[in-house]
Nanobody, 121 residues
Framework: QVQLVESGGGLVQAGGSLKLSCAAS????????MGWYRQAPGKQRELVAA???????NYADSVKGRFTISRDNAKNTVYVQMNSLKPEDTAVYYC???????????????WGKGTLVTVSS
C-alpha cells in the first residue's frame, strides 16, 4: 500500500511564506509526476503545481512567480515553497502522485489527506 503524507500547513499572515512537504511511502517501484492541488471552501479542487520525475514543472497562473515546486526522487518527496502568500491562497492543499507500486503493472493515482493553509489579511 502506498501512502502520501503532507506536512507544513498552518496559519500565516499575508505576504508570508510556508513550505509544504509530501512524502510517499510503501511498496513503490517508481513515481512519475507529483503535484500539489488545493481546494478552498465552496470551490473545486484545482492544480497548483506539478513536477515530473525529470524536473519539468507546471504552475497555475495564480501562483506563478510566488510558488516553487521541487522534489527529491531519492526520498519520494515533493515540496512546494509558497512565498508572498495572499488570503485567496487559503485552502486545503493536497499532494498527488502517479505511482507504480512494486509488483503491479500500470500507474495508480494516490492522494494525501491534505493540509490546511490559512492566510490572514
Amino acid at each position: 500500500q502506498v501512502q502520501l503524507v503532507e506536512s507544513g500547513g498552518g496559519l500565516v499572515q499575508a505576504g508570508g511564506s510556508l513550505k509544504l512537504s509530501c512524502a510517499a511511502s510503501g511498496s513503490i517501484f517508481s513515481i512519475r509526476a507529483m503535484g500539489w492541488y488545493r481546494q478552498a471552501p465552496g470551490k473545486q479542487r484545482e492544480l497548483v503545481a506539478a513536477i515530473t520525475s525529470g524536473g519539468s514543472t507546471n504552475y497555475a497562473d495564480s501562483v506563478k512567480g510566488r510558488f516553487t515546486i521541487s522534489r527529491d526522487n531519492a526520498k519520494n518527496t515533493v515540496y512546494v515553497q509558497m512565498n508572498s502568500l495572499k488570503p485567496e491562497d487559503t485552502a486545503v492543499y493536497y499532494c498527488n502522485a502517479e505511482v507504480t507500486p512494486r509488483g503491479v503493472a500500470g500507474i495508480t493515482y494516490r492522494w494525501g489527506k491534505g493540509t490546511l493553509v490559512t492566510v490572514s489579511s
